[in-house]
């Protein structure tokens, strides 16, 4: 018995020196870990956390959770942003007339999408594919079937990142409240390579979005209005309106982008070189 009691001490003395044993409680393991768990840079709780889940709030006056596909009723070209477009200038507005020549003689142009970059703001939008909504009291999820391009929009009151310390992505940090019945969401922080707007038209880092949500036919149709602004690349405000329509017989999959499959895609820059060889 006393031979077996020396066993056991040896054991954990054993594992103790190796560091196999870890910290006892989570709040150890936590603070054991560091910088390594990555955290909000002021400490602030992220939307998950049970603690900001539960705060008191008055209630939503809808909820966004389901599938939705851009309403394209009226036309498959609806899913771009114009026209009517904003006064282009500058680089814009020659990038801009460039496009309109290569959709005129069905070529592609600055096809970034075609090559796996992210279709960012606000094309993943209206990409035609359904896409996903979940909401909590704390954010709204968005998942796109469009390579599972990823989206949050906080409601948890909390301000934007510090601008010296934020990481522009190309859905960018969303923030919304609402007014009234409409969900008014702004969003900055938004990545500017290989991004653009329907036919190669580019973003600076001062493009700014805003989109005015609302419910109707008693939440069979979600309608976003949007204003976008970018003083580098045209003239005021760009307007445009869309709708979504709620499809309860679909689920979201994943999907992948691979760059060796989109070389098989004549309607890709890629495709068309291969059509030339």
Known sequence: MFSIRIAT???????????????????????????????????????????????????????????????????????????????????????????????????????????????????????????AMVQLPTVVYMVSNFNNGFRQIFLDGRQYSDPSQVIFTYNGESIGHFEGDTLVVNTRYIETYNHFIDAGIPISEQFRVQERMRMLEKGEILEIEYVM??????????????????????????????????DNLPSTQAGQKGLSR
């Open 9 to 131: 001490v040896l054991a954990v003395c054993c594992l103790l020196s190796s560091g196999m044993v870890a910290a006892q409680t989570a709040t150890e393991r936590r603070t054991k870990m560091g910088k390594t768990i990555m955290q909000n840079a002021d400490g602030k709780l992220g939307a998950l956390a049970p603690a900001n889940l539960n705060k008191h709030r008055p209630a939503a006056p809808f909820n966004l959770t389901g599938t939705w596909f851009v309403d394209l009723s009226e036309g498959f070209g609806r899913f771009r942003f114009g026209p009517p477009y904003p006064e282009f200038i500058g680089q814009a507005k020659l990038d801009f007339e460039e496009g309109q020549r290569a959709a005129a003689e069905k070529r592609p142009y600055r096809d970034a999408i075609g090559q796996c970059f992210p279709a960012g703001i606000p094309m993943l939008m209206t990409r035609v594919w359904p896409i």
């Open 229 to 262: 602004t970018d003083p580098v690349n045209w003239v005021g405000e760009w307007h445009n309106k869309k709708q979504w329509l709620r499809v309860d017989t679909t689920d979201i999959g994943e999907v992948e982008c691979l760059p060796d499959l989109n």
